[in-house]
């Protein structure tokens, strides 16, 4: 199989640069980090319609600007018109990038698993996305609350748990067992940044050697801090 056969799909791809509000340095968002590489394709939604504006003059600039598309659409409903489904000989890098676990419903991410070769780069909000949502949730009586969606299933009210932060880690792994019912291997999650962690970065992928490049990308140097080598 060549690399012609790989698309890059970013379905919540933000407005192609990121500023820190501290330093107010720059930095390139998800669709120029992937434009680094070889895909033969790059698939960006976002549904901000000025922010998809900005990324589509950006990337009219970039060299392989003639190889993405953008499509300034909800990412769920793009999903569930069955757009995002690839051929089975496809190999698919998605990368999926939420503000928060409202973003992220599984039936959405479902219909990503229906495509046979696609890796799930997915980024978990558990602080400020279940963490501190959690009296809201414990309260809620509809079974249709943000965390219901995200884990397609009302089954967390039968938990037992003690603080917030163990039953956001229950979510979690709710989450990312949901994802490998469908044959998907779950790697080591990393926890970003590492000392108050935010999100939870992974990757889903149904074939073994991705676990194998993951691992090896967050290698650990001799002085125990974790590097990443993109
Ligand atoms: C965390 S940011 C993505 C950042 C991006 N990955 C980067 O590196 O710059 C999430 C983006 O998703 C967009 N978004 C939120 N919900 C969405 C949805 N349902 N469909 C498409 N885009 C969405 C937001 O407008 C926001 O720009």
Redesign the pocket.
């Known amino acids: 199989m060549s690399v012609e056969d790989a698309p890059y799909l970013?379905?919540?791809?933000?407005?192609?640069l990121?500023k820190l509000k501290e330093t107010g340095e720059e930095f390139p968002?998800?669709p120029f980090v992937a434009l680094a590489h070889e895909f033969h394709e790059f698939i960006l939604?976002?549904?901000?319609p000025q922010?998809a504006d900005v990324l589509k003059q950006r990337v009219a600039k970039h060299p392989k600007g003639s190889l993405v598309k953008i499509i300034p659409?909800?990412?769920?409903e793009v999903a569930e018109q069955g757009c995002l489904r690839f051929r089975d000989d496809t190999l698919v890098v998605a990368?999926i990038?939420?503000?928060g676990i409202s973003?992220v419903p599984m039936k959405a991410i479902l219909q990503l698993t229906k495509t046979r070769r696609i890796d799930l780069l997915v980024t978990i909000q558990h602080s400020l996305g279940i963490t501190l949502n959690v009296p809201q949730y414990i309260k809620s009586e509809s079974e249709q609350t943000a965390l219901e969606a995200f884990l397609d299933s009302g089954d967390w009210r039968k938990w037992k748990w003690r603080e917030a932060s163990e039953f956001a880690r229950k979510a979690i792994d709710a989450f990312s067992e949901r994802i490998q019912k469908e044959g998907f291997i779950g790697t080591r999650h990393i926890s970003v940044p590492p000392d108050q962690p935010l999100y939870r970065f992974t990757l889903f992928s149904r074939h073994s050697l991705a676990e194998k490049f993951w691992n090896e990308i967050l290698r650990i140097d001799e002085t125990g801090q974790r590097e990443l080598h993109f």
Do not use: H, K, R, Y
């Open positions: 970013d379905v919540m791809a933000g407005p192609g990121c968002g998800s939604i976002e549904d901000d922010l659409e909800n990412w769920v990368f990038d939420p503000t973003q």
